[in-house]
């Protein structure tokens, strides 16, 4: 399922935030979202989800308006995994799990068989299949990650909206996540910070700085050890992985040259190294 983000702009707080942002995202593909604390990533993510509502622009899932879309609807198209999770429900772990298949229910009742089979099917998936009768609340921030990343899963969603998935996991489950993400053929759009795992698992990353969208394309050709500079403040150096021959980037500290501003194109312009990195 496309996502067409179109000029969107969103407030929070009565102040804009995210100004005049358009993203293509293609069916099947995987859209990073990188940048500082406070660049509009969330808010980003919460109106293309359709979990808030933009000041103007507009998002659509294969050409259709999601604000012309029901809610139950809407859930059964974009399955939403929010970067801060206050659930301290002393709900077992299926049952969280199982709340993904309620926009497929046909009203209340018991759980279908299938249903249960779908959740299952998520938290083997996730690694997390032996969670499954632990009770939610009394899991490890890791753990409560993946368990509801299954549940995101279990809803079955063509297209999933993934806030910081990669919170609180280790990094096996890190690569393990993202490699899963990469392997379904959902449409998702991701916000992440490591700027190398988001290379990795990305077919397309946005930088997003004070709201508004300053790259997008292909990882290799957005991330540059100028953009990072500018964007992050932090100085990098870019090196061809000994493994995989991918560019990877090795960070050394905060750029005292980093502007305070928002950074103007000429700053992106790449080093000869970076240009002949794989
Ligand atoms: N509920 C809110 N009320 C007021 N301002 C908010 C609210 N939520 C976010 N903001 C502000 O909106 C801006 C963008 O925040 P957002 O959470 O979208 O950034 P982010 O890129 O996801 O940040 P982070 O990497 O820290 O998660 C920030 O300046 C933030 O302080």
């Given at each position: 399922m496309r996502v067409d983000i179109e000029h969107l702009a969103a407030h929070r707080g009565g102040r804009p935030v995210v100004s005049d942002v358009s993203i293509q995202v293609p069916s099947g593909s995987v859209l990073g979202l990188l940048g500082p604390n406070g660049s509009g990533k969330?808010?980003?993510?919460?109106?293309?989800?359709?979990?808030?509502?933009?000041?103007s622009g507009r998002v659509s899932l294969d050409g259709t308006d999601i604000t012309?879309?029901?809610?139950?609807?809407?859930?059964?198209?974009?399955?939403?995994?929010?970067?801060?999770?206050?659930?301290?429900?002393?709900?077992?772990?299926l049952d969280m799990v199982l709340l993904g298949r309620i926009p497929h229910g046909r009203g209340y009742g018991r759980d279908s068989d299938q249903d249960i089979a779908t959740a299952q099917q998520a938290l083997e998936r996730v690694g997390a299949a032996h969670l499954a009768d632990r009770s939610f609340s009394a899991l490890s921030g890791g753990e409560r990650q993946r368990v509801l990343f299954a549940r995101a899963l279990a809803q079955d969603t063509p297209v999933l909206v993934l806030d910081e998935p990669t919170n609180h996991l280790d990094i096996a489950h890190q690569i393990e996540l993202l490699d899963l993400i990469r392997s379904t053929d959902r449409t998702v759009l991701v916000a992440l910070h490591d700027l190398n795992l988001a290379a990795r698992s990305c077919d397309t990353v946005g930088v997003l700085h004070q709201g508004r969208l300053l790259s997008l394309g292909a990882p290799e050709e957005v991330l540059?050890?100028?953009?990072?500079?500018?964007?992050?403040?932090?100085?990098?150096?870019?090196?061809?992985?000994?493994?995989?021959?991918?560019?990877?980037?090795?960070?050394?500290?905060?750029?005292?040259?980093?502007?305070?501003?928002?950074?103007?194109?000429?700053?992106?312009?790449?080093?000869?190294?970076?240009?002949?990195?794989?």
């Open positions: 969330s808010t980003l993510l919460r109106v293309a989800s359709g979990l808030a509502a933009p000041s012309a879309l029901k809610r139950t609807d809407l859930a059964r198209r974009v399955a939403v995994m929010a970067q801060e999770h206050s659930e301290e429900f002393e709900m077992p772990v540059h050890t100028d953009l990072i500079r500018s964007v992050f403040g932090v100085d990098s150096t870019s090196v061809a992985h000994p493994l995989s021959g991918r560019r990877h980037f090795l960070f050394d500290s905060r750029s005292p040259k980093s502007p305070n501003g928002r950074p103007t194109t000429h700053q992106f312009s790449r080093t000869q190294e970076e240009t002949e990195a794989p």
